[in-house]
């Protein structure tokens, strides 16, 4: 008995250091996750309704949001830079800044843990702009994410071959091209830079997702062209607007094999002349909840379309 007693005990001293071993190197797998990065960012102070604290908090999350982007990239795939290329050359710095730090919000693969230290200052340019600037280090961890498989582009037209574009007249109608290798399920938001609204599914469904077949066409906001539906008049269909010389907004395809999570929205509002808005959010909502379902689901992917809408002349 003496001899089996002495065994066990062994035994269990044993498995617990075997244990203990084992969530040694978990801790530190998790620890070796997380990095140390460091980043930077500047906001041109153009906004005598912002305080100098909104001024730095914002310049703060965009300098985590470079750190982050430095260390992983991104796998979101956009048109951002050509768009800005091209369609802001020659405009002036106030106007030319305020856009692309708008514009410009990019998911990077990673996200932020915690600060390590921080240093917000103000300075001026040559030109006498004035900009508050934000140098952050902390430690952040990388997203596993998809890379985008399936093809999306926005039309001003309902023929993909010919109808391709990504500037649209103020009174102009748009759609949206989609297809995909395997079945999967979308969602489509248009973010106007304000508010986030949802475009597919359409209003009239009640479903946070929109079932896709595989290599199958899809266009988007044409009641001609959605034999994927059984009524035609469940489709919505968009009419761009702009009140300005030229807008910027942003269209988000969203794909996952797997259903999407839920998320809030609040309801269409009925507008003047019979147009009504999509569900909508907030863009620090959707912001949210797209980032928590990047780290949650490594299959899903992400491109954004930027569209620009300029006045008729």
Same mark, same amino acid.
């Given at each position: 008995?003496?001899?089996?007693?002495?065994?066990?005990?062994?035994?269990?001293?044993?498995?617990?250091?075997?244990?203990?071993?084992?969530?040694?190197?978990?801790?530190?797998?998790? =620890?070796?996750?997380?990095?140390?990065?460091?980043?930077?960012?500047?906001?041109?102070?153009?906004?005598?309704?912002?305080?100098?604290?909104? *001024?730095?908090?914002?310049?703060?999350?965009? =300098?985590?949001?470079?750190?982050?982007?430095?260390?992983?990239?991104? !796998?979101?795939?956009?048109?951002?830079?050509?768009?800005?290329?091209?369609?802001?050359?020659?405009? !002036?710095?106030?106007?030319?800044?305020?856009?692309?730090?708008?514009?410009?919000?990019?998911?990077?693969?990673?996200?932020?843990?915690?600060?390590?230290?921080?240093?917000? *200052?103000?300075?001026?340019?040559?030109?006498?702009?004035?900009?508050? =600037?934000?140098?952050?280090?902390?430690?952040?961890?990388?997203?596993?994410?998809?890379?985008?498989?399936?093809?999306?582009?926005?039309?001003?037209?309902?023929?993909?071959?010919?109808? %391709?574009?990504?500037?649209?007249?103020?009174?102009?109608?748009?759609?949206?091209?989609?297809?995909?290798?395997?079945?999967?399920?979308?969602?489509?938001?248009?973010?106007?830079?304000?508010?986030?609204? %949802?475009?597919?599914?359409?209003?009239?469904?009640?479903?946070?997702?929109?079932?896709?077949?595989?290599?199958?066409?899809?266009?988007?906001?044409?009641?001609?062209?959605?034999?994927?539906?059984?009524?035609?008049?469940?489709?919505?269909?968009?009419?761009? *607007?702009?009140?300005?010389?030229?807008? *910027?907004?942003?269209?988000?395809?969203?794909?996952?094999?797997?259903?999407?999570?839920?998320?809030?929205?609040?309801?269409?509002?009925?507008?003047?002349?019979?147009?009504?808005?999509?569900? !909508?959010?907030?863009?620090?909502?959707?912001?949210?909840?797209?980032?928590?379902?990047?780290?949650?689901?490594?299959?899903?992917?992400?491109?954004? &379309?930027?569209?620009?809408? &300029?006045? %008729?002349?």
């Amino acid at each position: 008995m003496n001899f089996l007693s002495e065994k066990l005990s062994l035994c269990r001293q044993q498995y617990g250091f075997l244990i203990l071993l084992l969530l040694l190197f978990y801790s530190k797998a998790l =620890a070796a996750q997380e990095i140390l990065v460091s980043g930077e960012a500047s906001v041109l102070a153009n906004n005598l309704l912002k305080t100098r604290a909104q *001024y730095e908090h914002e310049a703060m999350l965009m =300098a985590r949001e470079n750190a982050i982007e430095k260390a992983f990239g991104t !796998s979101v795939m956009s048109n951002y830079e050509r768009l800005t290329i091209t369609e802001m050359e020659g405009r !002036s710095v106030a106007f030319n800044s305020d856009k692309r730090s708008n514009y410009l919000n990019s998911f990077p693969n990673g996200i932020w843990i915690k600060d390590v230290s921080k240093s917000c *200052y103000d300075k001026k340019d040559e030109n006498g702009n004035f900009w508050y =600037a934000c140098n952050v280090t902390g430690y952040a961890r990388k997203i596993e994410s998809a890379s985008v498989m399936f093809k999306a582009f926005t039309l001003d037209g309902t023929d993909p071959l010919i109808n %391709r574009s990504e500037t649209f007249t103020d009174g102009e109608f748009g759609y949206l091209y989609f297809k995909s290798p395997e079945d999967g399920c979308i969602i489509v938001f248009f973010d106007d830079l304000k508010t986030v609204q %949802r475009c597919v599914p359409y209003n009239k469904s009640n479903e946070n997702y929109f079932k896709v077949e595989g290599n199958r066409e899809y266009i988007f906001f044409s009641r001609e062209n959605c034999d994927y539906l059984s009524d035609r008049n469940q489709v919505d269909e968009i009419e761009f *607007y702009t009140e300005g010389p030229i807008d *910027y907004n942003l269209f988000y395809i969203l794909f996952s094999p797997v259903p999407f999570g839920g998320y809030f929205y609040n309801p269409p509002e009925k507008l003047d002349k019979g147009y009504t808005t999509f569900k !909508s959010m907030s863009r620090e909502s959707f912001h949210s909840w797209l980032q928590d379902n990047r780290t949650k689901n490594k299959e899903l992917q992400v491109q954004v &379309v930027g569209v620009n809408i &300029v006045k %008729r002349n």
